[in-house]
């Protein structure tokens, strides 16, 4: 098994550019999770998933969006980048009935 | 508001020694907790949990403390070795919710 795994590992954008990060896991978990890592803020949560085509607002929600078409897959999208969104993403998964997540090795993005 | 409080953002303890990391929280309705590890430039990994029905896990080196009255809950790693030098995040969550709420985490440092 691999887990959860993230796309890109890095990236570098330039304001208003959009991107896309995938996030998949192959342990067949219902919940999938979106947050960002910043310096003394901890771990937040932007967005989250309880299912195949769910969304839900987490902490941080505004400039992202979500998707999830597939059971295995999560995808968070950045319209029109900004600066405040340099940081750490991670994303996770947790199966249903458990209280433990377990993420993703995460993705480092700069926004110029 | 933070929910969960980690008020010590390092600590530096001798190889060997005993390691003691806290976590306060102020939701009375949280019942489970969680302790997460961060090594640099991978994503957190589970280290040990505590349901609210008991006081005390311990798990090899690893044992949390729950102390309900006092909303306070710690970490003790003992012996501490070089390997164990990574950020710890304290999380919790509540029955029936989807999310973890993190704390900002503690760096810790093991001194060879």
């Known amino acids: 098994n691999a887990g959860v795994t993230q796309t890109p590992k890095f990236r570098v954008l330039k304001t208003g550019q959009s991107m896309t990060l995938l996030c998949a896991q192959d342990?067949?978990?219902?919940?999938m999770y979106w947050y960002r890592q910043d310096p003394g803020m901890g771990l937040r949560l932007i967005h989250y998933?309880?299912?195949?085509?769910?969304?839900a607002k987490g902490e941080v929600p505004d400039g992202y969006n979500v998707s999830r078409l597939k059971k295995q897959n999560f995808l968070l999208g950045l319209e029109s980048a900004a600066p405040s969104q340099t940081s750490v993403y991670f994303c996770?998964?947790?199966?249903?009935?458990?209280?433990?997540?377990?993420f993703g090795p995460g993705t480092r993005l700069t926004v110029l | 508001d933070q929910q969960v409080k980690q008020n010590s953002p390092s600590l530096s303890v001798q190889e060997g020694r005993i390691s003691i990391l806290n976590c306060d929280y102020t939701?009375?309705?949280?019942?489970?907790f969680l302790w997460y590890k961060k090594y640099p430039a991978e994503g957190p990994t589970f280290l040990i949990s505590?349901?609210?029905?008991?006081d005390k896990n311990e798990d090899g080196r690893f044992t949390v403390f729950l102390n309900k009255s006092a909303k306070h809950l710690s970490l003790h790693i003992v012996p501490s070795q070089p390997g164990d030098s990574a950020v710890y995040f304290c999380?919790?969550?509540?029955?029936?919710?989807?999310?973890?709420?993190f704390g900002t985490g503690t760096r810790l440092t093991i001194i060879p």
């Open positions: 996770a998964s947790r199966l249903d009935g458990t209280d433990t997540q377990y």
């Open positions: 998933s309880v299912g195949e085509g769910t969304t």
């Open positions: 342990m067949n978990h219902e919940y």
């Open positions: 939701n009375s309705m949280f019942d489970y």
């Open positions: 999380a919790a969550s509540s029955f029936g919710n989807e999310k973890l709420t």
């Open positions: 505590i349901s609210s029905i008991k």
